[in-house]
C-alpha cells in the first residue's frame, strides 16, 4: 500500500527578499513589536539568571545539540526533546567556549563550575547533561508564545503586502514551532545568539546593551501611541530621537523593568551618557540620541536579516 506523502507547492513560498523589503517598508509597525520582543526575553533571562554571561554559555551548549540534530537529519516535535529534563551536550572545550562567546577564559571557567555547583551541567562517565530542571528556562514555553504572537502580527503585515497567501494565528504558529522544535529552536538561538554577541562587543557587556535596549523599547512604544505607522526603517529610527517631547526612563525604572540592580544601572548609565549613546535631562530622565544611529545600525541589519530568514522559513513550514 502506498503511503501518501504531502509534497509542498513550490508556488506557494514566500521569499527572503520579499519578506526583508516588507520589513524595511514596514518597519514603523514591526520594529516596535521585535524590538519589545528582545527586551521581554532579557528580562526573563536575567530574572531567573541574573548572569546574561551564564545564561549564554548553556544556550550555547544547547544550540551546539540541536545543530548535531540538525547535521543527523534529526527533527524533534517540543514535547519530544523536552521528554526529559537533561539534555545531552557535546564535549566542551573551555578555550572555545570563551573565543565563542568573548568572555575571558578565567571567567568562563569561573562560571561553568558555577553552572556544575548548581546541577544545571552534569558529567555522568562520559557523557555531559544540561540539566533543565534546575536551570528551567531552558524549557521555553514563554518564548515559544512570545515569538508565536510577534509572526502573527507580521503574518498580517505580509498578508496585507500580498506576499503571504493567508495570515497565521498566534496558535496555528506555536504548533508549527512545536511540531518542529528542534529545528525552528536552533534558527531561533541563530538569531539571538549573534545578536547578543555583536551588541555585547559593542557595550562591552550584555547588561550595558540591556538597559539601552530598554530606553529604545520606552521610546518605540511611545511612538507607536502617538500612532506614528507607514513608516520606513530609516525615517523611524530617525523619529526616536528627534520626536518632540519624547519621553525618557529614570534608573530607577529601568532597574525595575530589567531586573539589573540600581547600582549597576546607574553606573553603566553614566557610561552611556558619556559616550554620548543617551542623553540625561533635568528630570534625570534618560533618552536616546542621535548618536547611536551611525554606529549600531550596521549591527541592526546584521539582526534584521537573521530575523528575516528565520521569519522566512517558520512561514514557509506553515503554509507548505
Known sequence: MAIKVKIPEISKQIYYRDTLDVFINKYSQIGPQWTIHQLEW???VYKF??????????IHLIGKTLDFYSRTFTKLSYEEFN??????????NISDISKALNIPKESTRRKIIELEKNGSIKRIKKIIIVDRSAFPFVKPMESI???????SSLSKILYDEKVLSKPLSSNELEKVIKNNFSYIWKLYYEVQIPMLLNYKKFFRDIETFHIF??????????????NIKNTNKS???????????????????????????RATVVRKLQRLVKENFLTIDNKKHYKLTGNFVSKLVPLQEI??????NFSTKVFNLAIL
Open 42 to 44: 532579557m528580562n526573563d
Open 49 to 58: 539568571s541574573k548572569d546574561h554571561d551564564k545564561f549564554l554559555i548553556v
Open 83 to 92: 521528554s526529559r529534563n537533561n539534555v545531552e551536550i557535546e564535549k566542551f
Open 145 to 151: 508564545a512570545r515569538i508565536s504572537r510577534f509572526l
Open 213 to 226: 535596549c530598554t530606553c529604545v523599547v520606552s521610546q518605540h512604544l511611545y511612538l507607536q501611541k502617538k
Open 235 to 261: 525615517d523611524f529610527i530617525k523619529s526616536l530621537y528627534t520626536f518632540n517631547e519624547m519621553p525618557g526612563l529614570n534608573a530607577m525604572s529601568i532597574s525595575d523593568i530589567s531586573s539589573i540592580p
Open 303 to 308: 539582526v534584521l536579516t537573521k530575523l528575516t
